[in-house]
């Protein structure tokens, strides 16, 4: 489903959070909303959930004015950045939970949310911790686990916040490339917000890159990073260049394709 | 009062909010020559606590007991099944099983709208939920009589219609309801406080209504912490003295509650029968505080992770 | 309920039962302790002003006063030591029965007042297990304002083991261990690194202690003897004006009091707030 933001504003007292940002996102991409903190990402993407209003401004999902739909009827899957599983509740309860709250007619069969939950079990490969309880999981796995809850409803977009933001940088980059496989393999439109450039340019089909409210550039990560639309991106992009070019540069990304930094250019690579 | 009675409230929230469990508990301070005290030390200062804990407090609880019994088993039981004491009995109950629903009722709604959303004055509203804790149980008791009252605000009105509300069961209900308001929302708001909104957005982007969201997502996560209020709740409510007899009547079998009995036998000289009654306050103490700890001690476990483990 | 949605500082909210839970909140909390609370005020000012301090400035009643809010601060006083020395032990040492004593510090909040307050006079009387001991001594406790110091250190104890005992226990080791790699002794450690961190809790736990004894009635009417000028306390002044059926001068005294239990409870959310501030800062975990 294709996801559309046209003029929204946002501001917290006299803090602007968004200051007239328009974004189209085509349908099935994964988008990467990247900014330093307190750029306005995480709060475009609770606005698109439907969690926070803007202060004026439209979001259309799938061509239809979404401002008088409720979250609940939004039908979008949103992961939080601290995961916000149901700590009293099993993983298994967790996952079945956007099935059991259904109303009656709707709600699939005892058997069909057994089915169903483990389905995304083995999808997030964790079949095996079924009983446990989050305060149990590592922090990956609870990551998987609010994924799976995620898509247990069937959302028609994904929205994740920050999703690798808690976790140690070995976990992340494991994760990271499984998130690229799963969206490779269901295809639905989402949206990730990061604060690492590393991460946004390594699995994102597009980056869009915010700072102040504002959106700087959007574009293929081969496109910001080789041509940085203002100073702010390129300067962002390489924010941690400290050590020697080529491995700056070997930290740029995407999906395994060694990107240029425009300022920066590599010399070739040997091994 | 304020903040104290939510010692195990404001100990949760640190724990959720801090995702760790605090390893204080098993802290070994002995073990380090940084944390420790000379023994001599430890002993002179354990023996004074200890001495004064003694003292203060185990002493009188065994008095009670001791004094209730010194005529006897037979004087004991004689004094617990008199018609009076049983229409006490009945009285405290019936005053607790109206004050506790309500106030439970009340706790959950002030922290629902304390603890999940931000609005201007909050911090007012908290202050004015801490008032009861205090004002005077003696003037808990007075404002009731200056509102119902023979001669108070409303108090014509109801000497028309033949109602009675001071010196009689409704005036003690209300005593009761104000000296117990605060206990169940003062346990609740910061526990909700510290639990954040993020489980239940949660809840609500996979579909759930408000009510499923609060059966199933805040309940569930509250429900050690709201039992720990009821507990202090219903154990003021039993036990509270001043503010109840200001408004009751002190008419034997009508407007007496048990605290209320214990004081008419003491001033009757009747010492058996007033420690008698007395013990059996005692005793619901006693249940209190273990049930407290009990309570306690779930509330910990539940919010640790290595105590899920060996659930498991 | 548009009036209410009013108050929200962020527009949209997501979860619902904001105005229910208010309305709610704010119907029940006027009919139970502001209306009732007003009328106090109210039934004043059918009172001159001098009329209501002829009352209130009544020799008896100062002498109420006196010996309410003196026997008072002492107790809160004897609580805060005592109170934090239990809460150190508590915390600190391990010994058989800790569970058990942790667990009946709370009795004074669990213990019905009349109940306390006769056990308390069986003790202190003549021939009770401690009166015993201290009248040939010439000490005579019940029956005496000492006795009403009694009571008010029995009920005002919690209050500070509770507030202190968490504070204790979230103290960073660290801090103590950097201290004596650093050269500190133990005493000054204690003066120099554990005290000023446990001062707001101390405070907030004294004026804790204070502000219920205050109040207090039912654990001291039975042991003070209630002499008049002598061991009467402010609340059983207001008692004997209502059982004269002298109610604006119950009202007027009540006046004052309510006064004091708004004081003290803006000095005790203060300390409360400092507490909090400080012991996070010092804490260093971030939530």
Same mark, same amino acid.
Request: proline share 5%; net charge neutral; with cysteine.
């Given at each position: 489903m294709s996801i559309e933001v046209r003029n929204i504003r946002k501001a917290f007292g006299t803090f602007e959070a968004l200051n007239d940002v328009s974004l189209e996102f085509p349908s099935g991409e994964l988008v990467a909303l990247l900014g330093p903190s307190g750029c306005g990402k995480t709060t475009l993407l609770r606005i698109i959930a439907g969690l926070e209003a803007a202060d004026s401004g439209t979001v259309f999902l799938e061509g239809e004015d979404a401002s008088g739909t409720h979250v609940r009827e939004r039908q979008v899957g949103f992961v939080f950045q601290h995961y916000a599983l149901f700590r009293h509740m099993t993983v298994f309860e967790n996952i079945a939970f956007g099935l059991r709250v259904k109303p009656r007619h709707r709600r699939p069969a005892e058997a069909d949310i057994r089915h169903k939950v483990h389905e995304l079990l083995n999808l997030v490969q964790l079949d095996w911790l079924a009983d446990r309880y989050p305060a149990q999981l590592s922090g990956g796995q609870r990551q998987r686990i609010a994924l799976a809850r995620a898509l247990a409803v069937e959302p028609r977009v994904l929205l994740l916040d920050e999703p690798f933001g808690a976790l140690d940088a070995k976990v992340r980059k494991e994760l990271r490339q499984w998130l690229r496989r799963l969206h490779d393999e269901l295809h639905i439109t989402s949206i990730f917000v990061t604060h690492d450039q590393e991460e946004a340019l390594e699995v994102a089909d597009r980056v869009v890159v915010m700072n102040h409210g504002s959106v700087e550039q959007i574009g293929t990560p081969q496109a910001v990073v080789e041509q940085p639309a203002t100073p702010f991106v390129a300067d962002f992009i390489n924010l941690d260049d400290h050590g020697p070019d080529w491995l700056v540069a070997a930290r740029l990304k995407h999906r395994g394709h060694i990107l240029q930094p425009v300022h920066n250019p590599l010399r070739p690579l040997r091994a | 009062m304020a903040g104290v009675t939510n010692s195990v409230a404001s100990h949760t929230a640190n724990h959720v =909010?801090?995702?760790?469990?605090?390893?204080?508990?098993?802290?070994?301070?002995?073990? !380090?020559?940084?944390?420790? /005290? =000379?023994?001599?030390?430890?002993?002179?200062?354990?023996?004074?606590?200890?001495?004064?804990?003694?003292?203060?407090?185990? #002493?009188?609880?065994?008095?009670?007991?001791?004094?209730?019994?010194?005529? +006897?088993?037979?004087?004991?039981?004689?004094?617990?099944?008199?018609?009076?004491?049983?229409?006490?009995?009945?009285?405290?109950?019936?005053?607790?099983?109206?004050?506790?629903?309500?106030?439970?009722?009340?706790?959950? !709604?002030?922290?629902?709208?304390?603890?999940?959303?931000?609005?201007?004055?909050?911090?007012?509203?908290?202050?004015?939920?801490?008032?009861?804790?205090? @004002? !005077?149980?003696? @003037?808990?008791?007075?404002?009731?009589?200056?509102?119902?009252?023979?001669? +108070?605000?409303?108090?014509?009105?109801?000497?028309?219609?033949?109602?009675?509300?001071?010196?009689?069961?409704? +005036?003690?209900?209300? =005593?009761?309801?104000?000296?117990?308001?605060?206990?169940?929302?003062?346990?609740? %708001?910061?526990? #909700?406080?510290?639990?954040?909104?993020?489980?239940? /957005?949660?809840?609500?982007?996979?579909?759930?209504?408000?009510?499923?969201?609060?059966?199933?997502?805040?309940?569930?996560?509250?429900?050690?912490?709201?039992?720990?209020?009821? %507990?202090?709740?219903?154990?003021?409510? #039993?036990?509270?003295? +001043?503010?109840?007899?200001?408004?009751?009547?002190?008419?034997?079998?009508?407007?007496?509650?048990?605290?209320?009995?214990? /004081?008419?036998?003491?001033?009757?000289?009747?010492?058996?029968?007033?420690?008698? @009654?007395?013990?059996?306050?005692?005793?619901?103490?006693?249940?209190?505080?273990?049930?407290?700890?009990?309570? /306690?001690?779930?509330?910990?476990?539940?919010?640790?992770?290595?105590?899920?483990?060996?659930?498991? | 309920m548009p009036t209410l949605s009013h108050l929200i500082t962020r527009r949209h909210q997501v979860l619902p039962g904001f105005g229910l839970t208010l309305g709610f909140t704010l119907v029940y909390l006027s009919l139970i302790v502001l209306l009732p609370l007003s009328a106090v005020v109210f039934k004043t000012l059918s009172l001159s002003f001098a009329q209501f301090w002829e009352i209130v400035t009544a020799p008896r009643v100062v002498a109420s006063y006196k010996l309410s809010f003196g026997a008072s601060l002492l107790a809160a006083g004897i609580n805060t030591v005592f109170g934090a020395l239990l809460a150190w032990s508590l915390v600190r040492y391990r010994f058989p029965g800790r569970k058990l004593v942790d667990a009946l510090v709370d009795l004074p909040f669990a213990l019905p007042t009349a109940v306390a307050g006769i056990a308390l006079t069986a003790l202190y009387a003549g021939n009770g297990w401690l009166g015993k001991l201290l009248e040939p001594l010439g000490i005579k406790v019940a029956f005496t304002p000492l006795g009403v110091l009694v009571a008010l250190v029995f009920i005002g104890l919690p209050f500070v083991v509770r507030t202190v005992q968490p504070i204790l226990e979230d103290l960073e080791l660290e801090l103590e261990e950097a201290a004596t790699c650093l050269g500190a002794h133990r005493w000054q450690i204690i003066r120099l690194v554990i005290l000023p961190a446990l001062t707001p809790a101390l405070l907030t736990g004294f004026a804790l202690a204070f502000a219920r004894a205050v109040g207090e009635y039912g654990s001291v009417i039975f042991i003070a003897g209630n002499l008049p000028m002598v061991s009467e306390i402010t609340p059983l002044m207001i008692i004997t004006k209502l059982e004269q059926y002298d109610y604006t001068g119950a009202t007027a005294i009540a006046l004052v009091m309510l006064a004091v239990s708004f004081i003290l409870l803006l000095v005790i959310n203060s300390l409360q707030g400092w507490s909090a501030a400080s012991s996070s800062s010092t804490g260093g975990r971030k939530s």
């Open positions: - | =909010a801090s995702g760790v469990p605090s390893s204080s508990r098993h802290r070994d301070y002995q073990a !380090s020559p940084a944390t420790r /005290e =000379a023994p001599w030390v430890r002993y002179t200062l354990l023996t004074i606590a200890l001495g004064f804990f003694t003292l203060f407090l185990l #002493m009188p609880l065994f008095a009670v007991f001791t004094e209730a019994l010194r005529k +006897g088993w037979g004087v004991y039981f004689a004094a617990l099944v008199e018609p009076d004491a049983l229409s006490a009995m009945r009285l405290t109950l019936l005053a607790a099983a109206i004050a506790v629903p309500l106030n439970l009722v009340f706790g959950v !709604s002030a922290a629902w709208a304390i603890a999940k959303f931000e609005f201007r004055g909050k911090q007012f509203l908290i202050t004015l939920i801490d008032l009861p804790f205090s @004002v !005077s149980p003696v @003037v808990a008791g007075l404002i009731y009589v200056l509102v119902f009252g023979a001669q +108070g605000w409303f108090g014509s009105w109801f000497g028309d219609h033949d109602i009675r509300i001071i010196f009689a069961v409704p +005036g003690i209900v209300l =005593a009761t309801i104000f000296v117990t308001f605060p206990f169940i929302a003062r346990e609740l %708001i910061p526990l #909700m406080e510290a639990q954040g909104r993020d489980e239940e /957005e949660a809840a609500t982007v996979l579909g759930a209504s408000g009510w499923q969201t609060f059966w199933r997502v805040t309940l569930p996560n509250v429900k050690w912490g709201l039992l720990y209020g009821v %507990i202090l709740c219903n154990a003021r409510a #039993m036990g509270e003295f +001043g503010a109840v007899s200001v408004v009751s009547g002190h008419i034997r079998g009508l407007t007496n509650t048990l605290p209320l009995h214990v /004081e008419i036998l003491y001033n009757e000289y009747n010492f058996a029968a007033a420690f008698a @009654v007395a013990s059996l306050l005692a005793l619901l103490a006693l249940i209190t505080l273990a049930l407290k700890t009990y309570v /306690e001690w779930r509330q910990t476990a539940t919010l640790s992770p290595e105590s899920r483990e060996q659930a498991t | -």
